[in-house]
Structures are given as structure tokens and as C-alpha cells.
């Protein structure tokens, strides 16, 4: 294709000479209209959040007389310490309540610390604990059987539910029952870290979070699907936004390796293999290039993703028994291209997948996924 | 409408000065006139100054300037198209901005595949690069490049 013609077409577009001081004057005159605005607007604004403080107060009360308080549910898990940071002013009560299906779901409230409760190893690492209170609306106990249908995780905005929430963070959630009511302590990495952004707590029927429970908004705001027909309450938390970290929310998320932006529109079909009739050669279509591995370049890229996962595990993001299949199938493959049995290629630039030949009379599918390719076999 | 960090003079300057070429050019492969990608692009800018956003580093400043300004292309596309004037069609039929078959024929794509075009061959991305600047894996991006070359292949067929 002719692309000097393509850069020359652009060159040319007639975009208007005065654009920028155009674009600059209009920002300007905006800030100072907002300026006067907000001047003006100041002690309305003051009176209306009096009164909806009064309104909230009212409504939070009636759901507080009945249910546990956060330093009871703390206490009863026996964390002491978190009890007193619950009954201390750094706890958010919130008290707000869900009725969605046969149940009804209470975001009691939230605190963030460090070195907070025993449930977990990272007491050097601020945490955030938010406790929620599940109950059937009928009144009746709720089963374990039940219980295992819901989740409670956190979200933020701009960041993919499928990214962001109580797996990649790195959380743990704890349990007791009382008086027919189910509470659960969440104990989460940082999440003022995030505080910059809308920062969620969802509740919905179903597993972790996807793609048919969540979408985002052209803001990067969730929202559950409409056709999401389970019970669900999204809550938002009143955290402190100088307390934001957004540098090392962003590193925190990026660490993950997961997609955090928000694709309306996913790629709808993977990327496929054709292979020769000999089983000797692979073309990924349409149009990946495919890198292939000799025994001697193998062998340089597991020393080096060994001592990835190595880290991992070290980092208490990988399992030793991960780590051991992970580099026990890779030998396997060092293996096969030493004696001529397997062949395993790099595709993009951070996927890798491999294949012994005895398996190339089925179909071989590879999809772009996290830290590499998805290689199916049917 | 409350105001984030980028309202200084200085700073208002800088980024519109720095940034307003490259994401006219970009919003223009989404939409069918230079004076729609002059709004897009406007609407970018005025985004960033009511978010409460702040950057890392330039790189991450430009990032989110460039996937702000593809939504801000996409709403115009999706409301003119609600005026039920398929841009693909006058991108194709009329364009009379650009006079090049090849750019017209990216301005049809769809935008998961026109945006990693232009930014590889006009503003010379790399595949890497481009991962970073759309939060996309590098993986997707060229995926998104061999279909979007393959797309421009059969437009430009059966033109």
C-alpha cells in the first residue's frame, strides 16, 4: 500500500490555521466562566448538602438499630485492633442498603490502616476493610449453599471490572453469621490508592467479574449489564481523594497483566493456525508472524521466564505448585525441540505457544491472553 | 462542571500547543471533515480540564489525550449516524478533503483498526508503543494491524 501517499493526504487536510488559538481562548473563557459560577453557587450548593445530610442520617439510623456494627463483626472475628479502628474517626459508617431479589445487601462501612487484623501476611501494606451484611428479605437464615452464589468485590472507575477487583488486588473475605444475617469483612489491598476515582463495591450473583455482568461507560464508569437479570447493588465508597496514589495505582494495575482498558468492541475471533500437511510449519492468519524457537532460544527464554515466575512466587502471586507445572512443561518443550517432536513459537511480542507434533492432526487455535498465547487443541 | 489541575495559562498552552496536530490528524481517520475532527478534538481538551486526572509522565498525559480523543470522534460518528448519515459511505463517496483513495479507505475501517493504522504509519508507533499508548497488549495491537491492512486490502478491491 502506498503509505507516502497516505501521509502526504494527511498532511494536506485543511484543518484551520487558528485552531489553537481558537481551542486555547475557548478553555480560557470556560475556566472563568466556571470561575464566576462557582462563586455564585457556593452557598446554595452549602444549604442543599445540610439538608441531605439530615435525609441520610434518617434513613441510616433504622438500618444501623438492626444490625451488627462494624467493631461487633470485627470483634466477633476476634481482630481487636480492627475493632478499635472501626469505632475510631478514620471509619466511614455508612449503613446503605440494597433490596435487590429476595435480599437485602448493607454496605456497613469501611476503614483503612495498617497492621489492622491477623487475617492476612502483609502487615506492612495498608489495607482496606469494608464489612457488608447479607439478609433474605423473607427473614430466613441464608444457607451455605447460598452464600457461595454471591460476590462482593471491589471496582474502580476507568479500570476494567475484569482487572481491577477482589482477585487482582490481592484480597481475602471473612465470614460469620448472626441472627440470620450474613456479614462479610473484606480485607482488601489500598483501595485509596484509588481514591481519585470512583471506587465500587459490588454485589452481584455470580463469580468473578466479566464482560456479561459489567460494562463501562465512554467515562469509565460501571455498570451492571442491563441484561444482567441476577440479584446486584453497586455501591459507591466515600474515600479521601488526597489520599490518592494514582502513579502507583497505575503500576499497582499494569502489574497485573491484565487488559484495564475498557474495549466496547473485543476482538471477535482469535487468531488462527494453519498447519502444513507435514505437521512441520505454522502460519498464524491473518497476518501474525509467528517467531520460531530453536532448542538454543528456548532454552534463553525459560532461564529468563523461570526467574519471572520465580519472582512470582517469591511475591506471593504465583503458587509453588504453578511455578513447578509452569517450568515442568517448559522442559517438556526444551525437550521436544532438542529431539525434533515439538515446535513452540513466539507470536507479538509477549505470547508464546507451543506444540508437539503427534497433536497437529487436530485443530490449533491461538488467542492473544495474559502473559501469552491461549493455544487450544481440539 | 468543576475544574481539575490543567487550567493554568501556561499549561493550557503547552498541551494544546503540543498535542493538537497529532490528534487532529487522528480524530479526522474517524470522522468525515475537518471541522467534526476540530470539535472532537476541542472536546478533548475541554474534557481534560474538568477531570480530575493526573499523569505519571508525558507518556501517560498523550495516552490518555489520544483514547479521549477517539471516544470524543466516536460520539460525533455515532450522533451523525443518528442523523442517519452513514460516514463510511461519505468517507468513501464524498471526502473531498483528502482526495486519496488510501485515506478514505481508513477513515471506512472500523476504529479498533483505523486508529493502530494511522498511528503506525503516520505517526511512525510501534507496535509496543502503541499497546502502551491505547492500555491495549502489545498482542492485540498487532492483530488489530494485520486485520486492519487486510480490511484496507479488500476496500481498496473493490473500490
Not at chain 1, 194 to 208: I, K, M, N, P, Q
Amino acid at each position: 500500500m502506498k503509505w507516502e501517499e497516505y501521509r502526504n493526504a494527511v498532511d494536506r487536510l485543511p484543518f484551520s490555521a487558528d485552531f489553537q488559538a481558537r481551542t486555547q481562548e475557548a478553555l480560557r473563557t470556560c475556566i472563568q466562566e466556571e470561575k464566576e459560577y462557582t462563586m455564585k453557587s457556593h452557598i446554595l450548593r452549602k444549604v442543599l448538602l445540610t439538608a441531605a445530610a439530615v435525609t441520610l442520617l434518617t434513613v441510616t439510623a433504622l438500618a444501623a438499630a438492626r444490625l451488627l456494627t462494624m467493631d461487633q463483626v470485627a470483634g466477633l472475628l476476634e481482630q481487636p485492633l480492627l475493632a478499635e479502628a472501626f469505632k475510631s474517626e478514620d471509619a466511614v459508617l455508612l449503613d446503605e442498603s440494597v433490596e435487590t431479589g429476595d435480599y437485602r445487601v448493607t454496605l456497613v462501612g469501611l476503614v483503612s490502616g495498617l497492621g489492622l487484623d491477623s487475617l492476612n501476611e502483609d502487615l506492612d501494606e495498608t489495607h482496606t476493610y469494608a464489612v457488608l451484611a447479607l439478609e433474605k428479605l423473607a427473614g430466613e437464615p441464608l444457607s451455605d449453599e447460598t452464600l457461595t452464589q454471591f460476590t462482593m468485590t471491589p471496582l474502580v472507575s476507568g479500570y476494567t471490572p475484569w482487572s481491577v477487583n477482589l482477585w487482582s488486588l490481592n484480597s481475602a473475605a471473612h465470614s460469620i453469621d448472626q441472627d440470620g444475617v450474613h456479614y462479610r469483612l473484606l480485607d482488601i489491598q489500598d483501595l485509596e490508592l484509588f481514591a481519585d476515582r470512583t471506587v465500587y463495591l459490588a454485589f452481584y450473583e455470580g463469580g468473578s467479574p466479566s464482560r456479561e455482568i459489567f460494562g463501562m461507560d465512554d467515562q469509565g464508569n460501571i455498570h451492571f449489564q442491563e441484561d444482567f437479570a441476577g440479584p446486584k447493588a453497586l455501591f459507591t465508597l466515600p474515600l479521601d481523594p488526597s489520599k490518592a496514589d494514582p502513579a502507583a495505582a497505575q503500576a499497582l494495575v499494569e502489574s497485573t497483566g491484565l487488559a484495564y482498558v475498557y474495549d466496547p468492541d473485543p476482538e471477535d475471533t482469535p487468531l488462527t493456525v494453519r498447519k502444513s500437511a507435514d505437521g512441520t510449519s505454522l502460519e498464524v492468519l491473518p497476518g501474525g508472524e509467528p517467531v520460531w524457537f530453536t532448542a538454543e532460544t528456548y532454552a534463553a527464554y525459560m532461564a529468563e521466564e523461570t526467574g519471572r515466575l520465580r519472582q512470582q512466587v517469591q511475591d506471593g502471586t504465583l503458587s509453588q505448585e504453578s511455578f513447578d507445572k509452569s517450568v515442568a512443561d517448559m522442559e517438556a518443550v526444551l525437550a521436544g525441540l532438542r529431539d525434533g517432536t515439538a515446535q513452540a513459537a513466539q507470536v507479538g511480542e509477549n505470547g508464546v505457544g507451543a506444540f508437539f507434533k503427534s497433536e497437529t492432526d487436530h485443530d490449533v487455535t491461538m488467542t492473544p491472553a495474559k502473559d501469552g498465547v491461549e493455544m487450544v487443541i481440539q | 462542571m468543576d475544574l481539575g489541575p490543567f487550567t493554568s495559562d501556561e499549561t493550557i498552552s503547552r498541551i494544546v500547543g503540543e498535542y493538537s496536530d497529532m490528534l487532529l490528524r487522528l480524530a479526522y481517520t474517524r470522522l468525515s471533515s475537518v471541522s467534526d475532527a476540530e470539535d472532537a478534538v476541542q472536546e478533548a481538551f475541554l474534557q481534560l480540564l474538568t477531570s480530575r486526572v493526573s499523569f505519571r509522565d508525558a507518556g501517560h498525559e498523550k495516552a490518555w489525550l489520544i483514547r479521549t480523543t477517539l471516544h470524543r470522534a466516536s460520539d460525533i460518528r455515532r450522533r451523525a449516524e443518528g442523523r442517519n448519515v452513514s460516514l463510511e459511505e461519505a468517507a468513501l463517496a464524498a471526502a473531498p478533503e483528502t482526495g486519496s483513495e488510501l485515506l478514505q479507505a481508513v477513515q471506512a475501517l472500523p476504529e479498533k483498526y483505523s486508529a493502530v493504522i494511522h498511528l503506525h504509519y503516520y505517526e511512525g508507533y510501534s507496535i509496543k508503543e502503541m499497546g502502551k499508548l491505547l492500555g491495549l497488549p502489545a498482542a492485540t495491537v498487532g492483530t488489530r494491524l494485520a486485520r486492519g491492512r487486510e480490511r484496507l486490502r479488500q476496500i481498496l478491491k473493490e473500490e
